[in-house]
């Protein structure tokens, strides 16, 4: 079993920025992909960012050059610096790992982008 544990979200205005951390407990070993999913009411969870153990990255196109998605291996730690935030960036925000073919969810963390 592993556990992720979200933090840093919140309320910020448009154009601003905040950083989402996961750090992940329990069976770590052999962790590979960590990454990021939002949802929004009304609509379905989609992927915002991934990466993997060698640190190779991938975003959804929405978020492309506003959003960096990062991995320390050594804390178990996944990050998410959002910058430029948009209204539309409003969602639940979820921390995800894949370990032997199973996939793992935080509880989620709440974003709101709003003036």
């Known amino acids: 079993q592993v556990q992720l544990v979200e933090s840093g979200g919140g309320l910020v205005q448009p154009g601003g920025s905040l950083r989402l951390s996961c750090v992940a407990s329990g069976s770590i070993f052999s962790i590979n992909a960590m990454g990021w999913y939002r949802q929004a009411p009304g609509k379905q969870r989609e992927l915002v960012a991934l990466i993997n153990t060698g640190g190779t990255t991938n975003y959804v196109d929405s978020v492309k050059g506003r959003f960096t998605i990062s991995r320390d291996n050594a804390k178990n730690t996944v990050y998410l610096q959002m910058n430029s935030l948009k209204p539309e960036d409003t969602a639940v925000y979820y921390c995800?790992?894949?370990?032997?073919?199973?996939?793992?969810w935080g509880q989620g963390t709440q974003v709101t982008v709003s003036s």
């Open positions: 995800t790992c894949n370990r032997l073919g199973y996939t793992y």
